[in-house]
């Protein structure tokens, strides 16, 4: 056990000096935040000069990018005119490349200085960052304290130098993250008009069929009224051939008046010249013979009008039995219609084939999946896209239903709303889901789903689009990821211009310690010891550092980096939290802060710690509004209320410089800022984390100076 030391005061005071140059040198990242390396490493070689009283220390910085270095000095009050860092950095070669192991070492005749004791640091494990020198005349150069003093500065800036380093890379990658999601979202705009003016063609395509399908109908009808109505021709002859009724209808189709036709001849009236030898031979032959190939048959020929027109007609001729000569009556069908329907039918029919074709080849070609399906969610038809995606082919697939390739997660929801639609309280919907591909892997897709009613020939069908969107999806994924980052970044950026505060208000029960530490050994080196005494010195101790380790614990527990638990708890008590936390801060701005803290809110679920830190970061912003204001106090409102719904609503009201009504619709924008030294990722991270809390933050300018920023979160929320 190593001897009591001499000097017992002398040593607290060289404990103290020592501690507080700990102090100071721990308390040198809140002077570099978001500063560039050379802005770093000047920072900490001003404030290493000035601590231990260097005659010199001098720096080199390797380029990460490059072969070429940056080089930087410092010296004393004694030195003189500011040195250029090159010749420092040529005479320091021979010590720059040797082994830290075997110094400090020892350099003659440096720039007029008898005896110089050189101190080398490396920035980083292998000085793969760079490497500081530090010099001084004294003879007992370096100290203990001082050693350690050296380290913990050089490996608080290579640590610095690290956090710059990764946020130039976070703040590239996310840069080319946006540009990849802008390309994306692009090309995904490009995919949804062509899916569009696929979607119209195909709904053309409909449209004509269905009007084809009209026309169908209707030749139909007309050829279904005309067979009932046109067998309406009756003309009856006798033995001889001649005429003896003519009915009206057979006046209107053949153009001729009965009084003008009865007793003459059917040959001569209504046969055609080109058939009337045929007619009479037949006839005749039928009444020697009683053979004939036209009673009792329904035949088709040529007949005669009065105007000479030759018309199609369908003729069935029937004897009449009676007494006395046979006589003969014949039905007479003008089929000049019916031949015309034919014809159109026929072409009607090719038209509809032609149509059928095109709707194949759109079905068999269309960049989305298109998969037809009955209402029991059996698959009828797929086209190649949507095998393509699903890994099955079509005979496959119509083994299969939408719900068995659906992943068992998503499947509740698909058949609810398959039965909405079915049961006519939707016309259609969309819905993004997992399928399960034949290999096992999972596919996200968007369909949109509607029903095809069902004619007399066909059932209605299911018709689902499928887009395969899992790309988009992991895109989406990895932006929230990115944004969780975002939110880290913003965190620790907010709470690190608190660290000197911090610092300063853990070294007033530090002091306290070695203070009480010192009087209780007093007492019990007394004779006879005061225990009495050395028991109440040790409580104040045990005191002090619960005090100082209650404010690390605040701290640690913004700075950590975890996932978001959310749980009930009191929106006063997280905001009394961050104000003890910032109370050292806001003294320094000359903030005087007021709290009007309602007492009957309602718990509200979420992440305490992540509310928290909103609550930080706008009062930060807040007394870097007022920093400016010197001809009115600079006074901060803390407020909580119940809002309108009966959530809880928290207002930071400052009497700074307001807002800009230019820059008031940017306020919540990422990248945003006002402020010189500003990420401009505040508040958009804020406005992120009160939404995912189903809440709302919204900032109003103040009838007088200065602006109100407010959040809200609804009681009770379960995200």
């Not at 203990?144 to 050296?150: D, I, R």
């Not at 013979?289 to 069935?316: F, N, Q, Y």
């Amino acid at each position: 056990m190593p001897g009591q030391p001499e000097n017992p005061a002398e040593e607290v005071r060289h404990l103290r000096r020592c501690i507080s140059d700990l102090v100071s040198v721990l308390a040198l990242p809140a002077t570099w935040t978001g500063g560039r390396p050379s802005q770093i490493v000047g920072n900490s070689l001003d404030a290493l000069v000035s601590i231990l009283s260097l005659d010199f220390i001098y720096a080199r910085l390797r380029d990460s990018t490059s072969a070429t270095f940056t080089e930087m000095v410092r010296v004393g009050d004694g030195w003189g005119a500011r040195p250029q860092p090159e010749p420092f950095g040529e005479k320091l070669q021979p010590w720059l490349e040797g082994d830290f192991q075997k110094l400090p070492a020892v350099a003659t005749d440096f720039f007029g200085r008898p005896v110089m004791t050189l101190m080398p640091l490396p920035l980083g494990l292998h000085a793969e960052i760079g490497l500081i020198v530090a010099g001084s005349q004294r003879s007992d150069f370096p100290r203990q304290t001082e050693k350690l003093v050296l380290h913990i500065a050089a490996n608080q800036a290579a640590i610095g130098l690290q956090e710059a380093s990764l946020l130039s890379t976070q703040i590239q990658v996310a840069s080319d993250l946006g540009e990849r999601v802008a390309q994306r979202a692009a090309e995904l705009a490009a995919s949804n008009e062509e899916l569009t003016k696929e979607i119209a063609e195909r709904k053309s395509v409909e449209e004509r069929l269905r009007r084809e399908e009209a026309e169908l109908r209707r030749s139909e009808s007309y050829k279904a009224a005309i067979l009932d109505s046109a067998l309406d021709c009756i003309v009856a002859m006798d033995h001889e051939g001649c005429i003896t009724e003519f009915n009206p209808a057979a006046e209107r189709t053949f153009g001729y008046g009965r009084d003008g036709v009865v007793g003459k001849r059917l040959a001569d009236v209504i046969v055609p010249a080109s058939l009337r030898e045929k007619h009479r031979s037949g006839f005749t032959r039928h009444l020697a013979t009683g053979e004939s190939h036209m009673l009792g048959k329904r035949l088709e020929m040529t007949a005669l009008c009065a105007d000479g027109k030759e018309i199609p007609v369908e003729i069935a001729i029937t004897r009449i039995v009676e007494g006395g000569p046979p006589s003969f009556t014949g039905f007479l069908r003008d089929i000049t219609e019916r031949k015309r329907n034919q014809d159109a039918l026929l072409e009607a029919h090719e038209k509809l084939t032609r149509s059928e074709e095109r709707w194949r080849l759109v079905f068999e070609n269309s960049a989305v999946g298109v998969a037809l399906a009955d209402f029991n969610g059996r698959i009828l038809a797929a086209n190649p896209v949507f095998q393509k995606m699903l890994g099955y082919s079509e005979d496959e697939l119509r083994q299969l239903s939408f719900l068995e390739i659906t992943v068992e997660e998503d499947r509740d929801l698909n058949r609810m709303l398959i039965a909405e639609l079915i049961h006519g309280k939707r016309e259609q919907f969309q819905i993004e889901k997992r399928y399960r591909r034949k290999n096992g892997s999972v596919v996200w897709a968007r369909n949109n789903v509607s029903i095809v009613n069902g004619t007399e020939r066909s059932p209605g069908f299911l018709l689902a689009l499928s887009e395969d969107v899992t790309e988009r999806r992991s895109v989406e994924e990895a932006l929230d990821e990115t944004r969780a980052e975002l939110a880290h970044i913003a965190r620790v950026t907010t709470l690190s211009t608190m660290t000197a505060a911090i610092a300063h208000e853990i070294n007033q029960p530090l002091s306290g310690i070695v203070t009480n530490a010192s009087t209780c050994l007093r007492m019990l080196d007394g004779t006879p010891p005061n225990l009495e005494g050395a028991r109440e010195t040790a409580r104040r101790t045990i005191r002090d550092g619960n005090r100082a380790s209650e404010v690390t614990s605040r701290l640690r527990a913004l700075f950590s980096k975890k996932n978001a638990a959310f749980e009930l708890f009191d929106v006063n008590d997280a905001a009394k939290e961050v104000i003890a936390l910032s109370a050292s801060e806001l003294q320094r701005n000359r903030v005087v802060l007021h709290s009007d803290l309602a007492a009957d809110l309602p718990l509200v679920s979420g992440d305490r710690i992540q509310i928290q830190q909103v609550i930080l970061n706008l009062l930060k912003n807040a007394w870097d509004a007022m920093s400016s204001v010197e001809d009115r106090p600079r006074a901060l409102l803390v407020k909580t209320e119940r809002d309108e719904t009966g959530g809880t609503r928290l207002s930071v009201k400052d009497s700074g410089v307001g807002i800009d009504p230019e820059t008031e619709k940017k306020l919540f924008e990422a990248f945003h800022t006002t402020k010189s030294d500003g990420m401009g990722i505040g508040l958009s991270v804020s406005r992120s984390i009160i939404e995912r809390h189903q809440g709302r933050l919204w900032a109003t300018r103040n009838d007088g100076a200065g602006a109100t920023f407010l959040f809200s979160i609804p009681a009770g929320t379960n995200t």
